[in-house]
């Protein structure tokens, strides 16, 4: 059987969600891909996610990979899918892709955004689901320091969950990009970088607060990146505030979009 290769740009509100990755008795992302894939295609369709985001972190930009039958244009599967998924998973967009294309491997770099309220409003039923609230004020220009300190060629291993990575694993990570936003209301934290660990941004994130509300020096970020285990990391910030804003491919494994 003929087969076209596709990435699904997927959006999502993970708060109902056990995660990405299909797990038995639990409802996932995935889960809910495969089951509308499998409905117009007619077997089981894998759906590989770029990356595997936890229970109640969001997406404005999941990539998803696909292998369907020829017959499926990549905007008539997005059209169809969309029509079948529910309302807190949305097909974005749909992209024709080489054969060799792989939602995980081929990946360049990975782009998360932390949302962090400050006004009185983020207790607003319609912001508390998607910003961390701040109960005391945070010292942007500590936040800003600690930012840059990220960026680079680093171990992680003190920003990740214990024995989540294979024993080989080297914990390196190249942080491409790492700063602070203002916005009404509050203050985003953008992070890109070619692979991301278990927990890795909430880890930061956590870290970067407690630095900027006066509970650890300055200093500890620096400390942190030359240690080998994570017992002196910060508890990691709350999942729902967390978006996987966008994945970067080369650009020539795309062959068309809709």
């Known amino acids: 059987m003929l087969v076209r290769t596709l990435q699904l740009v997927l959006h999502y509100d993970g708060t109902a969600f056990s995660g990405w990755q299909v797990q038995p008795s639990r409802r996932t992302v995935q889960g809910e891909v495969e089951r509308v894939l499998a409905r117009l295609c007619g077997d089981r369709i894998v759906a590989q996610g770029a990356g595997r985001t936890d229970a109640g972190v969001h997406a404005r930009g999941q990539a998803v990979g696909v292998r369907v039958p020829d017959?499926?244009?990549?905007?008539?599967?997005?059209?169809?899918?969309?029509?079948?998924?529910?309302?807190d998973v949305w097909v974005a967009a749909a992209h024709e892709m080489r054969p060799e294309f792989h939602a995980r491997h081929s990946a360049m770099s990975r782009r998360y955004?932390?949302?962090?309220?400050?006004?009185?409003?983020?207790?607003?039923?319609?912001r508390r689901r998607t910003e961390w609230a701040m109960r005391h004020p945070l010292d942007r220009g500590a936040l800003d320091a600690a930012a840059r300190e990220i960026v680079g060629d680093h171990c992680f291993i003190a920003f990740a969950v214990r024995?989540?990575?294979?024993?080989?694993?080297?914990?390196?990570?190249?942080?491409?990009?790492?700063c602070w936003s203002?916005?009404?209301g509050g203050l985003t934290f953008h992070v890109e970088a070619n692979r991301f660990l278990h927990h890795m941004v909430r880890f930061l994130m956590a870290t970067m607060v407690d630095?900027?509300?006066g509970r650890r020096p300055a200093s500890d970020v620096a400390t942190l990146l030359a240690d080998t285990?994570?017992?002196?990391?910060?508890?990691?910030?709350?999942?729902?505030?967390?978006?996987?804003?966008?994945?970067?491919?080369?650009?020539?494994?795309?062959?068309?979009?809709?």
């Open 71 to 87: 017959k499926w244009s990549a905007p008539e599967l997005r059209r169809a899918m969309n029509a079948l998924l529910p309302d």
């Open 113 to 126: 955004a932390y949302f962090v309220g400050t006004d009185d409003d983020v207790h607003s039923p319609f």
């Open 163 to 178: 024995g989540t990575a294979p024993d080989h694993d080297h914990h390196r990570c190249i942080v491409t990009d790492a």
């Open 182 to 184: 203002d916005r009404p």
């Open 211 to 213: 630095i900027a509300a």
């Open 229 to 258: 285990t994570n017992d002196a990391v910060s508890a990691p910030a709350p999942a729902h505030a967390l978006f996987l804003e966008r994945v970067t491919y080369p650009p020539e494994l795309y062959l068309a979009s809709t």
